[in-house]
């Protein structure tokens, strides 16, 4: 177990970033761990809660330009993105929907973006913003005006020596597209290893509330600030004056684009051009659905009801674990309108909630939320509830929300004293032979003896002279993954989540013996 220590006091909520400077051990690997955090009141103990945190640990390897002009070609492995994302075959990135995003994090005094935007929906040529925050720095965000057709912008300059982030932010609505060519730094920088983009993901449907509405800057709109707010990578499929019947001036509605990769024409997104998202790589664990106030001054009313239900259908179809949560946004409060459309569908299915936000909060001279509004609805205050509580209650990391199986577990086999001296960690091997927490769950071993190496898991051969594995996979919230080697340095996967929860596996492997008569196995068990 790796000890650090923070170096004092620092002040916590909600509603700010709150930096904690940890003494990190120089020897320390590359890697995930998990940083234990004490909460106490001002005055010192007693420790009223414990928090684990998984953190990761990357090396500060710096990659030379491949290109001419200390460039980075837009598909380089140390470039990432957020959001549905159009890859093209020359390498290059187009960004469509409002609030996605390109990561970075560089070395070098400056950095410069190369790409070319356009118009989707309306023709001619355009020029619009995109925002860049540059080392985390949301309070100071810097917007940079993209021309028409090819562009070569400075996001910044002047920085000092070391290692900088830079986190690119289309803020604009998805009749414009951006393309991505390429990323230049200083001479001399060059890209470090990205930070892994968050595990929990969710996706986001709405209008122009969703898209940021009167936001300022854009990324304070409620979909992206609920990102940043529960750790999410986000997907966000939005766009103004839309609705899932009916929508303003003649535009196309939500069920008919929903599933598009790009939005060429916001009148028919059938027209040429349309290409569908691939659904699967990238699975949510929640969406949610704000959207349904355009209806109600279209015509949408009579039909709002069947395509609902017909959305509803679609999504359940390709995301059949997903939570789902309806959210009506500040813009208004139809609690008819939503409650008939959504009732029958909530009642046959556990995994979706309508969540009714009663006060409305627009701006009088745009009717729309503004940007403490859009705050209002991610945090909550007297009047609203917490849109960021009740997602991540749903995905059963809230307050509210019940133990896991593991937490159940420790609570069992842990005093309070030693819960709180952080002994139930996962990566803590209380016995101390090396067998860790996750592995006594998982394998259903006792939390504080000592284990014996055959008692975890049996190797050896069947009677057909094949390599045998076997273990006891004792739960169901675990990751159980075989791996094969013929030299112990390279490893395959062979099966993931063998068998099932609560029985004895035995995994046998197949393949045929390489020449050298080598093989090997091993178990890799990780938290899902």
């Known amino acids: 177990m790796v000890r ?7 002040p916590a909520g909600r509603f700010r970033d709150t930096p904690i400077n940890v003494a ?13 955090i004490d909460l106490q009141p001002t005055g010192g ?26 460039e980075f070609p837009a598909n380089h492995a140390r470039i990432q993105y957020m ?19 390109v990561r970075v994090r560089f070395t070098g005094s400056s950095i410069t973006l190369r790409g070319t935007v356009n118009d989707n929906g309306f023709g001619g040529a355009v020029t619009k913003p995109i925002i860049a925050v540059i080392d985390e720095n949301f309070a100071s965000p810097i917007t940079v005006s993209l021309d028409a057709f090819n562009f070569t912008k400075t996001i910044a300059s002047g920085l000092g020596s070391g290692a900088h982030t830079l986190r690119l932010f289309k803020s604009t609505e998805t009749n414009d597209r951006i393309r991505i060519d390429s990323l230049r730094v200083a001479a001399g920088g060059g890209l470090l290893r990205p930070e892994p983009l968050p595990t929990r993901r969710i996706e986001i449907y709405g209008d122009s509330v969703t898209s940021g509405g009167t936001a300022s800057p854009g990324y304070h709109g409620y979909s992206p600030l609920l990102g940043r707010e529960l750790d999410a990578d986000v997907h966000i499929i939005s766009k103004g004056g839309t609705g899932v019947a009916a929508s303003f001036s003649g535009q196309d509605i939500l069920v008919n684009y929903w599933n598009n990769l790009a939005f060429p024409n916001v009148f028919n ?24 106030h355009n209806d109600q001054f279209n015509g949408g009313s009579a039909t709002f009801n069947a395509r609902y239900a017909e959305f509803k259908g679609y999504l359940r179809g390709v995301y059949p674990d997903a939570q789902i949560v309806t959210a009506n946004t500040l ?37 729309h939320p503004p ?21 991540e209650d749903r995905l059963g990391a809230g307050l509210n929300a019940p133990l896991t199986g593991y937490e159940q577990w420790s609570a069992s086999n842990f005093t309070a004293a030693e819960i709180a001296a952080g002994w139930h960690a996962s990566e803590v091997s209380p016995a101390g032979d090396g067998v860790n927490n996750l592995l006594r769950y998982a394998l259903g071993l006792p939390a504080h003896s000592p284990v014996a190496g055959q008692s975890i898991q049996t190797l050896a051969f069947d009677p057909q ?13 675990v990751r159980y993954q075989v791996e094969l080697s013929d030299n112990l340095q390279t490893w395959e996967v062979a099966a993931v989540n063998p068998g099932t929860a609560g029985n004895l596996v035995t995994f046998i492997d197949t393949t045929a013996p390489p020449a050298t008569g080598r093989r090997f196995a091993r178990l890799s068990i990780s938290a899902p």
């Open 83 to 101: 959001g549905r994302i159009e890859e093209l075959g020359t390498g290059q990135r187009w960004l469509h929907w409002f609030g996605s995003e």
């Open 371 to 391: 940007t403490a509004g859009h705050a209002a609805q991610v945090y909550g205050d007297e009047r609203r509830y917490s849109l960021a509580d009740v997602v």
């Open 465 to 477: 002279g094949r390599l045998a594995l076997r273990f006891l996979r004792a739960r169901g919230d």
């Open 45 to 70: 103990s007693p420790v009223v809660a414990t928090l684990s945190i998984p953190g990761v640990l990357v090396d500060e390897s710096i990659a030379v330009p491949p290109l001419a002009n200390n």
């Open 269 to 292: 997104s059938n027209a040429a051009g349309s290409s569908e998202w691939v659904f699967g790589a990238w699975v949510p664990d929640a969406v949610v659905i704000g959207i349904g």
């Open 4 to 10: 650090a220590s923070s170096a004092g006091i620092v």
């Open 331 to 367: 813009i208004s409060a139809n609690l008819g309108q939503f409650q008939n459309a959504t009732d029958p569908l909530t009642s046959i299915d556990p995994r979706h909630i309508f969540a009714f936000q009663p006060n409305t909060w627009s701006d009088s001279g745009t009717g």
């Open 24 to 36: 990190i051990p120089a020897a320390l690997p590359d890697g995930t761990y998990a940083w234990r």
